[in-house]
């Protein structure tokens, strides 16, 4: 049952915590649960109900059996559908915003990315008209052309650091483009997802159009990927289980599987960049939802004829724009990292940097002693070989290095197994275009540095950090299979 609650601005009168399964709330049919604690207060914020196979075959099997008349409707009808969810889900922002607050610490005024959430249901929804086939004459006596038509049931598993978002990435593309969907959300932030099919429940979309499992990548997760009635998947999340749910995808059925992964982002700051851009640009990267943002420039190599300059400035900068707080107080700008085992890790990594005797000019420790707040770290001198380097640490744990030569950083900002996103700042046009040639990454920066994307720019990785496309057109590729058709005249 929802558990009743009663106390903050934004607060839903009750948090939703059972499954959503054919246009129904239920609990799973185990009866377990578990629980959710906020990562500020570490006080117990929800227990959800956990879905197992079982559930995921009854998300299935509605996915299924909604199919046939989602994807036979007039695309405009799917639009419209859309776009009433998008209504639904503008109404909830402050809920949405507190529930994440309450189970992964976003701060309820950070603007990253969840705000723009119904905006994303409406681009998809514009997008209905646009998923066309083409026509050939080039064979004499034939007529052909390509069919776009959408999967059937698919699945999508997603991470916690930007529920909603991430999560309507995936089902807008998917149900505008004519399928029907299962999504697994993540153990540790599970609650917004949920207040968001409570959105699409009051829109009135179809029942089985879209459902939603909170629970574990085992044995949820594994179900979902193994699944044979599921034949197009999604997952955002890290890049070892990316490697798994490949392999699963492959020992079942096959299933079409697009990886959205991890990063170790470069940034590199040239001796005529603006620092005055640059600086602020580099802080709020790694600052951002505290570090835990797959894009952030988590690696900067700076020349060395401005080091000095631009690491105090940074310091000053990320002392001034790290200060954290209670992320239910609207004031708050930066969070605590998303759980115990997130925390941990962050500390791994802090305490790999005092035995490898790197120099750290900011934080490198807890902050406070309640709840999981890291200090902004700021690291300098890292060997490239460095765990420090080479690993997605997704903490507010910044490496900053430095070069001479752009052939020397162009290899170091490349060395990597990732390829996610990369920026550069400088002044000189053409170095900048040689740099974004050169780039191995789905994404890169001039003069600017992430979360910069746009809604009509695809977002994909290079690489470890996956493959296909979310946004844009292409996105629309990637939900959609394609037939050849052949008319003899
Ligand atoms: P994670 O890989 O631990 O988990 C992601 C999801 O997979 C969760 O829902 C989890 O329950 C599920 N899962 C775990 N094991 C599974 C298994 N064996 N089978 C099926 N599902 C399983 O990642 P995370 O800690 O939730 O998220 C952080 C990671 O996500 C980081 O690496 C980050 O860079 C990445 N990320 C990437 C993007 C992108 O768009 N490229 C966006 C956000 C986050």
Redesign the pocket.
Known sequence: MAQLVTERPGKPEVIENRLYINGQFVPSQSGSTFDIYNPATEAHSASVYEAGPEDVDLAVAAAKAAFPAWSDLNALQRAHHLEKWANALEKCAPELAYLDAICMGKPINSDFFGSLAPTMVRVFASKALDILGDTSLNTPNFMNMTLRQPYGVCGA??????PVP?MIMKVGAALITGNTIVV????KAPLSCLLAARCAQEAGLPPGVLNILSG???PC??AI?RHMDIRKLSF????A?GK??QRMAAESNLKSVDL????KSPLIIWDDADLSKAVPAAAQSILANSGQV?IASSRVYVHAAIAQQFIDLLTTTMREMGKSGDPLDPSTMRGPQADAAQFERVQGYLQLAREEGVEIHLGGGREGSQGYFIEPTLLSNVPESSKLVKE?I?GPVLVVNTFTDEEEVMTRANDTEYG?YASVYTRDMSRALRAAKRFEAGSVCVNCTSPMMAFDMPFG?WKG??QGQELSRYAMDCWTQLKSVFIAL
């Open positions: 598993i997603i991470p916690w650091n930007g991430t697994k959300t993540s153990e574990y990548g085992r997760g594994e990927a955002t999340g890290s890049t289980t798994l749910i959205e992964l991890g990063g797959c997605e997704f996610l990785g950090s996956g």
